[in-house]
């Protein structure tokens, strides 16, 4: 049972019967998940636009990318239910059989991310680490110009933005298999749970 369950608003006038076919909508992602996700979206495409170019932007996108890895560590332990990394472990147990499953049509329904939004996840967060990490290296007099600290960034930084294509690939093919706006979702921080 969900507790925040509730139903989606209805006009004054609108006096039917409730159909039990209706659907409600839940909040999922708080307001802090939310932001975080569009300002690390954000961050991740002006260090793809920016680097040997505006080498100065391309830095401070980069600490600011390592400053929201750490906010997104923390709030996975402090922030709201579905912001927690509580369910990590069992989504990505569950991932095989899901992708599986997935090739056949059946997604299932999940109130927070699906087992393969949970290893986008973890994908997506680690390649960041690695990236932000060794970018920030790169810079200082120890590790300035060390050739595997520039190749691992450069390589993560191309993980990255392979894992954002498919990460946007599957928030569009999961919304026409479960005919749901998952971005408006993101924006909104509420989905549509059936009634």
Do not use: C
């Not at 979206?41 to 920016?50: P, Y």
């Not at 992708?99 to 949970?118: E, F, Q």
């Not at 050739?147 to 294509?165: C, G, K, P």
């Amino acid at each position: 049972m969900i507790e925040e369950a509730v139903p989606e608003a209805r006009g004054a006038s609108d006096r039917r019967p409730a159909d039990r076919t209706v659907s409600r909508t839940v909040a999922v992602w708080d307001l802090p998940l939310r932001l975080w996700h569009w300002a690390l979206a954000a961050s991740v495409l002006a260090a793809w636009f920016t680097p040997t170019v505006h080498d100065s932007l391309h830095r401070l996108v980069g600490y600011t990318v390592l400053g929201l890895l750490v906010f997104r560590l923390l709030w996975g332990f402090l922030g709201s239910r579905y912001s927690r990394f509580r369910m990590v472990g069992v989504r990505l147990r569950a991932a095989p059989s899901y992708l599986w499953n997935l090739r056949r049509g059946i997604t299932g329904r999940y109130i927070g991310l699906n087992p393969a939004g949970t290893v986008m996840l973890v994908a997506l967060l680690l390649s960041l680490a690695v990236s932000a990490i060794t970018g920030a290296l790169s810079v200082t007099v120890t590790f300035f110009g060390v050739w595997w600290i520039e190749d691992t960034h450069a390589y993560a930084s191309d993980a990255v933005i392979v894992l954002v294509v498919l990460h946007v690939a599957g928030v569009v093919l999961m919304g026409m298999l479960q005919r749901e706006n998952l971005i408006r979702a993101m924006l909104t921080g509420r989905k549509r749970i059936r009634a």
